[in-house]
């Protein structure tokens, strides 16, 4: 890893960093509220057979219970697209972007391989990373303190979530980053990155509301994001095992075409 590169990274990304923070903590306090104030109504609601079951829940998410309120928070859009900003677009700019400004040649001037501008950069990502999924859980565990249901939280667990948070938008990330390393231009590398991540999120939400579609949730990188089944105690290791996968093939790739691509630089 570049020191050098890895602070002006954070010294480029600290506004939309503190940004994306706040608006993940905001997002977060709200679920325990949703829950504490609605959730037996919406349940009295859904129990009435008004609206149909199969909408009760989205993804992994319900109201009926704080972890199934923390777990909607998790895979909701708003979360996706506030962690998106560097899963998929800081990543899949990191490099390209780049390229496509003409800059790199410039950073690969310096004493600095290839091999290591992607350790950085990566490097960073993750701390990004880390820090947003621990924004919208500090948000969570606020809000239900200051509205009482705390007690049905188990806060042992929320280290164990904050690991699968991390590594489901790890794995997007290492995605973005080897798209980011194969493209000279930006948009082939975001283009490759969203598909991946709205074909996955279709594929888990069309699964939760349309039984006859169940299986295709296994297809989906979401499916092994498990926030309700951590916090009530259960861990699946497959499932973190499968991302931290994913990562490391990703990762592997790019450490692999990066150094061989046609730059006016050394690698």
Do not use: C
């Not at 895979?75 to 990543?91: D, E, K, Q, R």
């Not at 960073?124 to 500090?138: D, E, R, Y």
């Not at 705390?150 to 904050?162: A, E, G, I």
Request: aromatic residues 12%; proline residues 4%.
């Amino acid at each position: 890893m570049n020191a050098t590169l890895f602070l002006q990274t954070w010294r480029f990304q600290r506004i939309k960093l503190l940004a994306v923070l706040a608006g993940l903590a905001i997002w977060g306090f709200l679920m325990p509220v949703i829950y504490s104030q609605f959730g037996v109504q919406f349940k009295k609601l859904f129990d009435s057979g008004i609206i149909p079951k199969q909408f009760a829940e989205f993804g992994e998410g319900d109201v009926f219970s704080l972890p199934g309120s923390i777990s909607l928070g998790f895979i909701h859009p708003i979360s996706l697209l506030l962690n998106g900003i560097f899963a998929v677009g800081f990543a899949s700019a990191a490099i390209a972007g780049e390229r496509q400004r003409g800059t790199l040649e410039v950073l690969l001037a310096r004493p600095i391989s290839r091999r290591g501008v992607h350790a950085t950069l990566y490097i960073s990502l993750l701390v990004f990373l880390g820090m947003s999924v621990g924004a919208i859980l500090v948000g969570n565990i606020a809000g239900a303190v200051l509205f009482g249901v705390v007690d049905q939280l188990n806060l042992s667990r929320v280290p164990v979530l904050w690991l699968n948070g991390v590594l489901l938008f790890g794995a997007i990330g290492s995605i973005g980053l080897a798209a980011s390393v194969s493209f000279d231009r930006l948009t082939p590398a975001l283009g490759v990155t969203l598909t991946v991540v709205l074909v996955s999120y279709f594929l888990e939400i069309l699964g939760s509301l349309w039984p006859d579609a169940k299986g295709l949730q296994p297809y989906s990188l979401f499916f092994y994001l498990k926030p309700r089944a951590i916090l009530t105690g259960q861990t699946d290791l497959f499932s973190f095992g499968l991302l931290l996968t994913i990562t490391l093939a990703a990762i592997g790739y790019a450490l692999a075409i990066f150094p061989r691509r046609d730059l006016a630089a050394p690698s």
